[in-house]
């Protein structure tokens, strides 16, 4: 399965959440940002998500795919407030629409999530529909 | 022109929570850093996502209400209200002739009632197969409504004045005591027995918060550390329940008749965030409003503030939105205020919270030492202020401010001073 | 002293979704009563109700994806309070709603049923019993994750104040009738005191939802009389035997009168007194010497410095059960003195049903508008005044023209509070 398939019915989760158009949600739009969802419209998206595929995300596991396991502490610098290098390594990997950003050593911790996209969560999706080594 | 102002001191307290069943004990436990969270004892949460809860311990209805006619049709949360209002009006030394009944009233901060899974699932079942409705029988329909324990309450004391019952969530009790100020200060009574009462630890509420990912589900083999305001590694709250009751009365009134005055109420603000349903402002928006309206209705300048009974409710949101809104209204006096959250030891008492709040504050100005923020080794990210960690500390102040919060953005701050001699 | 004045009136009633609409069925007599529609009530012993025909949100919600977790009674609550907003003409400037404030009553519980009712039911065993172990698990799998936000019971004080940018002081008083009058005295006192320049207040209740209903009608405080139609809910006649309720929303905007002035606000009416007080015997069932309101009336015209025997009309609290009226009675017969016989009193309660938490607000629209038209609106199903309730000039079933410069509105709780607001023509 690839994740092609999923993305009609995250468009059709996200659009239900946040009481917009599927047309308006596209690969490229951005989740909280573009499409304005707070944190409970979130659950929202993800109970949908649960009722139509069957897979259980919980919210807290938005964040700990894009951090990707790296401790807080190596994924953050709490000093210079920025992603560190190893973290921005992690982001691109999960995240690759960051990379002609030139987000290296600018992107405050806080600030990731708003650059996550409906492609992203297509992607994280597909990660835990399909078992491993499939 | 504003009309002539009353002041408005308290002069009674009360208390039901998770670390004593009254205020005194409640008081030596926070000196001591006690925990009260444990494992859930209200309904069998074996299997629920959260097992953990402060909960209120070895409390005695008849002993602590002795007549039978306030206890009728009363709640969990209903009881400790009542309770807790019986040993404030003690407290306070208020008899049957103090004051007229129609300048005394009652005005609290609660919350509806749950059914029972037994009675919900039966509702539902009949409205569902289109069976003959389930008609809720008055006792039930009488011990969900919140008001039934303030109405006792107001039958403990003889108070015919004003009957508010206010219902904010989290901020509920920061409301209700800045609703009975408002009510003094402006003469529709001379005393009001205020604040607050919950219990949430139920299946229903439990579920509700859970959902929302708002209450922590780590420590939940080690409950007493699991409430962490202001650390690092703090990921939700722990939910509290019990009750705090004051008697408010103004000031002439207090001195004439010889009371034992705690503290003056100096200043009340509550605001909107007008943001979003749950999540803090990201600028501080209605916390820092409610804080400076609060502080310049007072007078008090910000440097004389001592201590701050925090909401610290142990999310990353709210602690962080917390401590930047305090840090833009006290500027340079920041670091050198006391800020704690007793949440860290009782939980989360949701309406009753800023009466809890409340009890913390009346004590530094009492005693000048302050309640710790337990389980607090490592505080968060741009968390750099004092929030009195692990172990009470000596504050030297006389002036004191109370937060509370709340989802759907309402927020409730006011302020205490020391009652000067003039 | 800052003199505060009620520049804007939004109502939604059986009567109709707008202030002016209401206010012409009032005076033509017409009544919201009628069986029942939105359920099945085939099984309660009430089957009346005054419900909203075609209320539509989307008319005072754009974004569906906040209508999305509104209940019906937060939906009444935003349309009552847009009405409000809109009627006053108030447009606010930046900066400005930090000294907005908001104060609402109502008497709401819980989240919409039908979101929640298959996850509850997942813990029902087939013999009636409930497994709490299963709730915990499949139940918890199935449960709405938003249905707390949205069984909030403030929640119509975050929909509104982030609809409107209201920042300033609030609250929610949780009751029955006096919620929401309570919550318009605050106001009042709110921007009175510089607390607030202007401020929206009201309540809202969707008292006619089955989960009201079903909560209501083993009480036996509503008519049996479900033949009757809308004859059945009769205030202060001899033949009443209860109540009917209704659902609706009613809200006021409130500024100092300078500012309204400045801006050109149509003004209704000035708040001069409210006050209010507690009977300690009203669980349910009000003491019947009324004293308690009686003190409530006095205290509101103490404040204004107002005798007796100027008022020209009280809108009541008439909700057609035998001892809720003649209480009432009981109280402007001693709270009037040798007047009461010559003030007029009307209930709209038969017309529009009994609001709950709306009630007390919906009074004091309906005392503005008295002020405003001079136009005293009826009470309807009055045939023969009980002896019990004698000596007040009730209007009985006709409007009655007549100039109206101090008006009354009353309002009571389930649980034994009394509140009374009065108003004056703002000259």
């Known amino acids: 399965m690839t994740n092609v398939e999923f993305l009609p019915q995250v468009r059709s989760a996200v659009a239900e959440a946040l009481g917009i158009e599927e047309d308006e949600v596209t690969p490229q739009a951005t989740l909280l940002d573009e499409l304005g969802a707070e944190s409970i419209d979130l659950l929202d998206m993800l109970f949908r998500l649960q009722r139509s595929m069957g897979v259980k995300i919980q919210a807290a596991d938005l964040a700990n795919y894009v951090q990707g396991g790296i401790p807080d502490d190596d994924f953050g610098s709490e000093e210079q407030d920025v992603i560190t290098p190893a973290g921005m390594a992690q982001l691109k990997i999960v995240m690759p629409q960051i990379i002609p950003m030139n987000l290296d050593g600018k992107l405050q911790p806080e600030k990731v999530m708003s650059y996550f996209t409906v492609q992203n969560l297509v992607d994280m999706v597909t990660s835990r529909a399909t078992p491993v080594g499939t | 022109m504003r009309p002539a102002q009353r002041r408005v001191v308290i002069t009674g307290i009360g208390a039901v929570t998770p670390v004593g069943n009254d205020a005194a004990t409640t008081w030596t436990s926070f000196m001591a850093g006690r925990s009260g969270v444990g494992p859930i004892t209200t309904f069998d949460a074996s299997t629920f996502p959260v097992r953990i809860a402060g909960m209120v311990r070895d409390f005695d209805p008849e002993s602590r209400i002795p007549r039978a006619d306030l206890r009728r049709n009363l709640s969990r949360q209903g009881m400790f209200g009542v309770a807790a209002a019986q040993e404030a009006l003690a407290d306070a030394g208020v008899g049957a002739d103090t004051y007229r009944p129609r300048d005394r009233g009652v005005s609290v901060g609660a919350t509806s009632g749950r059914p029972s899974l037994d009675e919900l699932a039966e509702i539902f079942h009949r409205f569902r197969d289109s069976l003959p409705l389930y008609r809720q029988p008055l006792e039930h329909v009488l011990e969900r409504d919140q008001n039934v324990p303030a109405a006792a309450i107001a039958r403990s004391a003889g108070c015919e004045g004003p009957m508010l019952g206010i219902s904010t969530a989290c901020t509920a009790s920061g409301h209700a005591i800045g609703e009975a100020y408002r009510r003094i200060q402006e003469g529709d009574a001379r005393l009001m027995i205020a604040g607050g009462y919950d219990s949430l630890i139920s299946w229903l509420d439990i579920l509700g918060f859970s959902l929302l990912g708002a209450l922590t589900t780590d420590f939940a083999d080690e409950p007493e550390r699991a409430s962490r305001p202001f650390s690092a590694d703090r990921s939700g709250f722990v939910l509290g329940e019990g009750a705090a009751m004051f008697v408010l009365e103004d000031l002439e009134g207090a001195r004439e008749r010889g009371a034992t005055i705690h503290a003056e109420l100096t200043g009340y603000a509550a605001t909107m965030n007008a943001y979003r349903m749950t999540d803090p402002p990201p600028d501080g928006g209605g916390v820092t409003l409610a804080m400076a309206r609060a502080l310049e209705e007072s007078d008090v300048p910000p440097e004389d503030i001592g201590y701050i009974a925090a909401h610290g409710t142990s999310t990353p949101g709210n602690d962080l939105c917390e401590t930047l809104a305090i840090k833009d209204v006290f500027g340079a006096h920041a670091p050198q205020l006391a800020i704690s959250s007793v949440k860290s030891m009782v939980g989360h008492l949701t309406a009753a919270a800023a009466g809890v709040g409340l009890i913390g504050a009346l004590g530094v100005l009492r005693e000048g030492r302050a309640p710790p923020t337990i389980n607090l080794e490592s505080p968060g990210p741009k968390l750099d202020l004092d929030y009195v960690p692990n172990t009470a500390k000596s504050v030297d102040t006389s002036a004191a401010m109370v937060n509370a919060f709340a989802f759907g953005g309402t927020n409730a701050c006011f302020i205490l001073e020391k009652v000067r001699a003039s | ?427």
Request: hydrophobic content about 45%.
């Open chain 3, 1 to 427: 002293m800052t003199r505060v004045v009620i520049s804007g009136v939004g109502l939604v009633t059986p009567l109709g979704t707008g202030t002016e609409v209401t206010w012409q069925a009032l005076i033509a007599g017409k009544s919201g009563v009628d069986r029942l529609r939105g359920f099945d009530a085939s099984s309660l012993r009430t089957q009346l109700g005054a419900e909203i025909q075609d209320f539509d949100p989307t008319q005072f919600v754009a974004q569906r994806r906040i209508l999305r977790n509104m209940t019906r009674n937060d939906q009444l609550a935003v349309a009552g309070a847009a009405l409000a907003i809109r009627d006053a003409g108030w447009v606010l400037e930046d900066g400005d709603g930090d000294r907005a404030g908001l104060f609402i009553g109502g008497n709401k519980e819980i989240s919409e049923p039908s979101k929640v009712l298959d996850a509850v039911l997942v813990s029902r065993n087939a013999d009636g019993s409930t497994d709490m172990a299963r709730m915990g698990t499949e139940g918890a799998e199935q449960f709405y994750p938003l249905f707390y936000v949205e069984g909030l019971q403030a929640a119509a004080l975050f929909y509104i104040s982030q609809a409107h940018g209201l920042r300033g002081t609030n609250t929610y008083f949780a009751g029955t009738g006096d919620a929401s009058m309570t919550a318009i005295g605050r106001a009042y006192r709110a921007v009175r005191r510089g607390e607030a320049t202007m401020a929206v207040a009201g309540g809202f209740d969707d008292a006619t939802s089955w989960w009201s209903m079903t909560k209501l009608d083993a009480l036996e405080v509503m008519t049996s009389h479900n033949d009757l139609g809308a004859a059945a809910c009769r205030p202060y006649d001899r033949d009443r035997d209860g109540y009917v309720l209704g659902e609706g929303a009613a809200f006021v905007v409130l500024e100092d009168e300078d500012t309204a002035r400045k801006r050109g606000a149509d003004i209704y009416a000035e708040i001069v007194g409210t006050h209010s007080s507690f009977d300690l015997d009203g669980l349910v069932t009000p003491s019947p010497d009324g004293r308690s309101l009686a003190s409530a009336i006095g205290g509101a015209l103490d404040e204004a410095g107002v005798s007796p025997s100027a008022v020209d009309y009280v809108a009541t609290d008439g909700c057609a059960t035998k001892p809720g009226d003649a209480s009432e009675a009981a109280a402007l017969r001693s709270a009037l003195g040798p007047a009461a016989s010559r003030i007029a009193a009307s209930s709209v309660k038969a017309a529009t049903g009994h609001l709950v938490a709306a009630s007390g607000a919906l009074n004091v629209a309906v005392a503005a508008l008295a002020v405003r038209h001079n136009t005293i609106p009826p009470t309807l199903n009055l045939t023969n005044v009980d002896p019990a309730c004698a000596g007040i000039d009730w209007v009985p079933n006709e409007a009655r023209s007549q100039r109206v410069d101090h008006a009354l509105a009353l309002a009571r709780g389930l649980e034994g509070q009394n509140v009374a607001l009065l108003l004056r023509a703002s000259d």
